[in-house]
């Protein structure tokens, strides 16, 4: 089964502020281009096996929704899949260092 890939405004701003981070920041500009590939393409890879990443916040905890999350160390690619319209939402990219269920509660306006 093939799913639809839709990446949010704000992970895609996730994205350019950790390439930026690393080219300018840190100045490491390939690294920064490198991460940035693996990170589309681990996307890419959720058109064909979502449902092979872990489910971290499950439908119970948050209001009927299943976070899931694709792990690229030290990045976490948070998405939803709509099983109806066969569509995976990319919604956050994030570090792994970050609290994520509380980012998560904050930009959705949920409760634990």
């Not at 950790?18 to 589309?40: F, G, H, K, S, W």
């Not at 948050?62 to 976490?76: A, C, K």
């Not at 709509?82 to 994520?100: A, Y």
């Not at 509380?102 to 949920?110: C, D, G, N, T, V």
Request: hydrophobic share 40%.
């Amino acid at each position: 089964m093939c799913y639809k890939v839709t990446i949010s405004k704000k992970a895609r701003d996730d994205l350019v502020k950790l390439t930026t981070y690393l080219a300018v920041d840190c100045a490491v500009p390939i690294t920064a281009e490198r991460q940035r590939n693996r990170i589309l393409e681990g996307i890419e890879s959720l058109k064909q096996f979502p449902y092979r990443c872990k489910c971290f916040l499950t439908k119970e905890k948050f209001q009927g929704i299943e976070f899931r999350t694709l792990i690229l160390d030290p990045w976490q690619v948070i998405f939803v899949i709509d099983e109806k319209s066969k569509t995976v939402d990319i919604v956050r990219i994030l570090s792994s260092r970050m609290d994520l269920p509380s980012h998560l509660q904050k930009q959705f306006s949920l409760r634990p």
